[in-house]
């Protein structure tokens, strides 16, 4: 049981203090509109705890100084660091020395309930609790001091909230690009550095920014370095491996202050020293992901990395981390390390080889499990395509390019094959992973599966690039090999006869998909729907209109069946070119643009751009100008990349018709020269055929 309390006139002087000049120096915040809008409110209204959360130099005790001085002509407030605070003591006695009043208890109970009387006396008033964190663990107290001070706001800026009933929330993410640069210009300008506004050096800024987030902090220290180096220079210096580990490093760039906010690397030192064992162990074997990730990807990750019997689930870390605000969130529920965090967690992770082994492992098994599904679900082996959605897998070329970085040389070639398969069908093909894909048979009898999918891939990469021969060379040597799965031997079939009818023989190519139904039958699956589709596709080609119709309704009903309803829009979209062909381009219209749609919904780039060409090429011939162009210019650059060489050739090629028809000149040689380029990648004999 807890003394008394010594009476309220022995404590309580009759009137307040004045404000106690303990605040920073008030700055001009770029970027931060909406936020302060949001803080005048709640300081306006009285709210009665406000806590500001965002990662370390985001700005949030700028947010919050700024926001008080505002408010001083109305309202008395008062500044309390507690960044040196373990304890709730030792919370107590920092708030009570802002008044000059010693705390000469040893009893917690005992000083928080003076405190709370204190507080209560001074009315309508503001306290800031500064860099909170460190004695979050008994933000309890700072409810027990709302109740007994109703008039008094305390307005908290925390990396980690405080989950106190009423507690209104802000949270502070990175400067969009416009304010990032803004910010950049604005402090280089205060330091006197000279900044030129040409493209180049606007591009160098924006690229700058970007690479430290948008935070706030190291903007600002950046910026500091623009007495030396033009931003181009900084650019291209921080843009050099290792540069966020060398002297470059803004977040070795220092600053007076408050030792948190003299350099990025203090700032997260501080956040780094109040996470437990478990903690660190996961932020740092979390730096080995690259770009965002999902959080069943941070789970498998941490499972396999982090061995200690007793550690929290790592759910309950990542969790723990995105509360104290070292994750970013983002929109598509994914999470992000800030690049300075990152790079902080690395160094940490470099210091412990054996967890350092252990992650890269763990991380390159989980990206070689999504590379071996994804390769398999692009040559329709796995029966749900969108197991393998690109959109999805192509989030992950940097940790795949890692891994394969990790796993090549092993004496198991399998992980070094699925990720140089995965690697192809994303194409973005570099030297290393090219290596593997060319000698892929090499290790048939090792790794034949891994193989054989080699193979496919590079087989993808010969048709996509119109070096026929060479594809179906490649398709008959997975189709000879008789001891592969029924399968991977059908799919070679099957991919043998998309070479063949893109080297213009739809005959011989309808004969290969015959071989696909001999060998599989017409189960429910991807592979043997997708061949019925490409049967109908040749029956177009052939004019054989009857049976095009036909087999493209068979494709639509099998895809439906399996639930695949974006792979069912082949056969309309199929169909739509048979029409066109036909004449009949409102029917022909009508298939297509749903099909389109349905691709675009399944994040499928390589089909909506390919049937976007067709669409585009169907408009002009309407003579819809306007809408061709839109649905040219509506292939991104992504898109663009995955077509095959003939679709690039059909692009740039209708396109130059389009710029004719209307009479741009420049456009339509623009045009034509992409035409040209796109015909020189072709195989000769087809270059001679379009020609």
């Not at 040196?84 to 708030?95: D, F, H, N, S």
């Not at 509360?323 to 983002?330: D, I, P, Q, V």
């Not at 790794?447 to 193979?455: F, G, I, M, P, Q």
């Amino acid at each position: 049981m807890s003394r008394p309390a010594p009476p309220r006139s022995r404590l309580i002087p009759l009137r307040p203090l004045p404000r106690m000049a303990r605040f920073p120096r008030a700055r001009a915040l770029v970027g931060r509109a909406e936020a302060s809008v949001r803080l005048d409110r709640a300081l306006h209204d009285g709210v009665a705890i406000v806590s500001i959360l965002g990662p370390p130099g985001v700005g949030k005790t700028a947010l919050a100084v700024s926001a008080v001085e505002r408010l001083s002509p109305r309202k008395p407030a008062w500044f309390c660091d507690l960044a040196a605070q373990r304890t709730e003591l030792g919370l107590v006695v920092e708030v009570m020395a802002l008044f000059g009043q010693p705390i000469v208890t040893n009893d917690v109970r005992v000083a928080a309930e003076l405190a709370g009387q204190w507080l209560a006396s001074l009315g309508p008033a503001i306290v800031v609790l500064d860099s909170f964190e460190p004695v979050a663990a008994f933000a309890a107290v700072l409810a027990e001091w709302a109740d007994v001070a109703p008039s008094l706001t305390l307005l908290v800026t925390s990396r980690e909230r405080l989950a106190l009933d009423g507690e209104q929330v802000i949270e502070l993410a990175p400067l969009d690009d416009d304010a990032a640069v803004q910010l950049f210009r604005e402090r280089a300008g205060e330091l006197g550095a000279r900044v030129s506004d040409d493209d180049a050096e606007r591009g160098a800024i924006l690229e700058i920014v970007r690479s430290v987030d948008g935070l706030p902090l190291a903007i600002e220290l950046a910026a500091a370095r623009a007495r030396l180096l033009s931003p181009s220079q900084l650019a291209a210096r921080l843009r050099e491996p290792g540069a966020r580990r060398g002297d470059d490093d803004v977040l070795l760039v220092t600053r007076r202050g408050p030792a948190r906010h003299r350099s990025l690397a203090d700032a997260i030192a501080s956040s780094w020293a109040l996470l437990d064992a478990s903690e660190r162990a996961a932020l740092a074997s979390l730096s080995v992901l690259e770009g965002s990730f999902a959080v069943p990807t941070a789970e498998a990750i941490l499972e396999r990395a982090l061995v200690e019997s007793s550690r929290p689930a790592p759910l309950a870390l990542l969790g723990a981390l995105r509360e104290k605000s070292l994750l970013h969130a983002e929109a598509d529920d994914r999470l992000r390390l800030y690049a300075s965090i990152r790079a902080f967690a690395a160094q940490a992770l470099a210091s412990d080889p054996a967890q350092e082994a252990r992650t890269r492992t763990a991380h390159a098994a989980h990206f070689t499990e999504i590379a071996a599904r994804f390769a398999r679900s692009r040559l329709l082996l796995s029966n749900v395509a969108r197991v393998g959605s690109h959109a999805d897998v192509s989030r992950h070329v940097l940790d795949l390019e890692a891994a394969l970085h990790h796993v090549e040389g092993a004496s198991d070639p399998a992980p070094s094959l699925s990720l140089a398969s995965a690697l192809a069908f994303l194409g973005v093909l570099d030297d290393r992973s090219r290596s593997l894909l060319e000698h892929a048979d090499r290790d048939l009898e090792r790794a034949a599966e891994a193989s054989a999918v080699a193979l496919l891939a590079r087989h993808y990469l010969a048709t996509a690039s119109g070096r026929h021969d060479e594809a179906i060379a490649l398709a008959q040597k997975v189709i000879a090999h008789a001891e592969l799965p029924a399968e991977l031997r059908a799919t070679a079939w099957q991919r043998h006869g998309i070479a063949r009818r893109a080297e213009g023989d739809p005959e011989v190519a309808l004969r290969a998909h015959q071989e696909v139904r001999a060998i599989l039958g017409e189960p429910a699956t991807t592979l043997s729907a997708v061949n019925v589709a490409c049967t109908g596709r040749l029956m177009v080609d052939l004019r054989r209109d009857d049976e095009a119709r036909a087999w493209n309704d068979r494709a639509r009903a099998l895809c439906d069946a399996i639930g695949e309803p974006w792979l069912a829009e082949l056969g309309p979209a199929n169909l739509a070119q048979l029409e066109q062909e036909r004449g009949d381009l409102d029917r022909a219209e009508a298939l297509l643009a749903p099909a389109i749609a349905r691709f675009r919904a399944a994040r499928e780039p390589l089909y909506e751009a390919v049937y976007a060409v067709v669409a585009g090429g169907l408009y002009l011939e309407r003579g819809d100008l306007d809408l061709a162009a839109r649905w040219f210019r509506s292939i991104d650059g992504g898109g663009r990349a995955l077509l095959p060489a003939v679709s690039r050739v059909l692009l740039h090629g209708t396109w130059a018709v389009l710029e004719a028809v209307r009479g741009e000149a420049i456009a339509r040689a623009e045009q034509l020269e992409l035409a040209r380029r796109s015909l020189a990648a072709r195989h000769g004999r087809l270059a001679a055929s379009i020609v």
